[in-house]
């Protein structure tokens, strides 16, 4: 059974290496910095992060949230093409939000509008879309706002 555990830099890079091609087109349209130096950027400005590892330990995604309550996950093919690991990411996911929001009155972010995937995850999660910003981020791309109120 996958799990997550607190972040090692060798997971860092792994995931990064592998990330999925929509996690780096939202990476790109968001900051207009390559994926590897938005999720660079992202990672060490974080307060926490965690790695959401398969049955073997395989670092198979990344997740985090900044200090100002901005939550964010990257992950690799193998977490959302496993229906296994998508469940667990769901049961776990539910518990670690809702273990930060004791901490954090207000969980937020926005997904591009176009990773179907996320927004399908973070709805499981009880994240509401509060509006579609038809023209956000560095290029100009359709994204959601996404919440979740303590």
Not at 67 to 86: Q, S, V
């Amino acid at each position: 059974m996958g799990y997550l555990r607190k972040s090692k830099l060798e997971d860092f890079k792994y995931v990064v290496k592998n990330m999925r091609v929509m996690d780096k087109i939202e990476a790109l349209y968001q900051t207009g910095m390559s994926p590897e130096d938005a999720l660079s950027y992202t990672f060490l400005g974080s307060k926490t992060n965690m790695t959401i590892a398969d049955d073997e330990g395989q670092p198979i995604g990344l997740c985090g949230v900044q200090k100002d309550g901005c939550i964010w996950c990257i992950a690799t093919d193998e977490l959302f093409d496993n229906k296994k690991y998508r469940i667990q990411l769901i049961r776990q996911g539910r518990d670690w939000v809702d273990n930060l929001l004791e901490s954090y009155k207000i969980l937020y972010n926005y997904v591009y509008a176009e990773n179907t995937s996320a927004i399908k995850w973070l709805k499981a999660l009880g994240f509401t879309f509060v509006k579609l910003h038809k023209s956000y981020g560095q290029q100009k791309k359709p994204f959601y706002e996404f919440l979740r109120i303590a």
